[in-house]
Structures are given as C-alpha cells and as structure tokens.
C-alpha cells in the first residue's frame, strides 16, 4: 500500500517538473522580476490592510526555476519564487506590502546517514516581494531572479544544490523556506 503510493507521489511529482519545464520552454516564463541582489536589501512596506493579512502567514515554501531573462540561447539564473501559507497551506494573498527575502545557495553532500546536507555556500544575497503573486510562477509572478554569474560555482560542482531563503514580515516574523527538489546551479542546456 505504501508503495503504491510513493509510486503515485512519484508520478505526480514529475508530471508537475515536466509541466514546469514545458511552460518555461514555450516562453511562458515572467521576465519582468527583480534581480536579487548580493548587498543588504530594502526594509517592509507600509501597506496596513495587508499586513493583518499578512499576519496569518504561518510558514513559507520556495520553488525554483532556471530562466533565460536575456534572449539568448543559454539560461541566465533562476527565478526564485517564495510563497506565503497559512495554517491550511492556503497561499497568503497580499498586495502591496515590500519585505525582504534573504537567499542562500548551498552545494550539497552525502551525509553518513545517508541524507543530503549543505556543503559550501555559492550565494547569499536578499531580494524584495510586494505580492503573493511573486511567489507563484502560474500567476505571472516575477519572483526574483539570481543570475548565475553571482553564484560562486565550480567546474568540479554538481549542476544542483540546495537553497534556504527567509522571508522578513512587517510584523518582525521571520519565515524560512528550503526547496526539496534541488536548485539548478549552473545552465541545464
């Protein structure tokens, strides 16, 4: 029984990988996010309405896409798109309140137990979001992108690694996100 439905999670996992990568392949990917930047960022904005809103925001989750910003033939970076959820895992649909979000990439390794765990930090810079849609690709969020000319990267790395972004609230809450399918750290084409 158990199998049966890891199987299923599998299967449902990569028809969602594969959707993804169609729709960046077809150029239904957003171009008009910001680019993460390696100095410190902005702080919260002041939009009150939201930020009770906000207030309901229980944890975070990130996901990552390689994207080509530059219309060239090779991916530039990734866009990274944190989103908010709430105590149901329902998206927090906000509006207009700046925050900023603190970036890590990392290089992974094999553990002893056998689990993956951080090895050398490539990248740490911070970026802003102003609305929920910059944490959803579906609804032409912009994310934030993190070219990969800024992440220190060597030959010898494996293509994907691991990254940690936390998320500043208006309200001083700090809500940390880690994506589990891997983070493309060098072009994929």
Known sequence: MMAKFKARRFVLTSFGVCLVLLLLAGGCGSDSGS???????????DGKS????????T????MTVPA??????EEDGIIVYPDLKDANDQTVQYEGV????????????MGDDFKTKKDRQVYAGSGTIDSWKDGNFMFTGSGIKVPFSDMKVRTSDDPF?????????PNGKVLEAQEDMGVALKPTK
């Open 35 to 45: 680019t993460a930047s390696p100095a410190p960022g902005s702080s919260p904005g």
């Open 50 to 57: 939201e930020e009770g809103l906000l207030s309901k925001a």
């Open 59 to 62: 944890h975070a989750t990130v």
């Open 68 to 73: 080509n910003w530059e219309s060239d033939a």
């Open 98 to 109: 700046q925050m900023k979000v603190d970036i890590e990439i990392w290089t992974t390794k």
């Open 161 to 169: 690694g691991l990254i940690l972004v936390r998320v500043h609230l």
